[in-house]
């Protein structure tokens, strides 16, 4: 078992950037693929972007992919998101998460076990 914190969310202007981390206070992130989810009020938690265990495969979802960049540094117990030329879409709580198998693949938020709080990010247009 993980715990995990968010940090770096906030306010920002549509082409703007944010850095988002994910720290685990308790447990090592280097057991698990790490992902990124977000969700917006009514609608079902979206899959955005997972790293694997030591980071050689990493995914995108198509709406992010070329803006978005997912890192680790398991050194620090850490995951990123880079998020650059952010649009007012992307405003949602982004949650990291962690998966031991991918049992329902990656995209789906139902093979990850472990869940942080959230950290809310909005972008103004």
């Known amino acids: 078992q993980v715990q995990l914190v968010e940090s770096g969310g906030g306010l920002v202007q549509a082409g703007g950037s944010l850095n988002v981390s994910c720290a685990a206070s308790?447990?090592?992130?280097?057991?698990?693929?790490m992902g990124w989810f977000r969700q917006t009020p009514g609608k079902e938690r979206e899959f955005v972007a997972v790293?694997?265990?030591?980071?050689?495969?990493?995914d995108y979802a198509a709406s992010v992919k070329g803006r978005f960049a997912i890192s680790r540094d398991n050194t620090k117990n850490t995951v990123y998101l880079q998020m650059n030329n952010l649009k007012p879409e992307d405003t949602a709580v982004y949650y990291c998460?962690?998966?031991?198998?991918?049992?329902?693949?990656?995209?789906?938020?139902?093979?990850?076990?472990?869940w942080g709080q959230g950290t809310q990010v909005t972008v103004s247009s």
């Open positions: 998460a962690a998966a031991f198998t991918s049992t329902y693949g990656f995209r789906s938020a139902l093979s990850y076990t472990d």
């Open positions: 308790k447990g090592t992130i280097s057991k698990y693929a």
């Open positions: 790293i694997t265990w030591s980071g050689g495969y990493t």
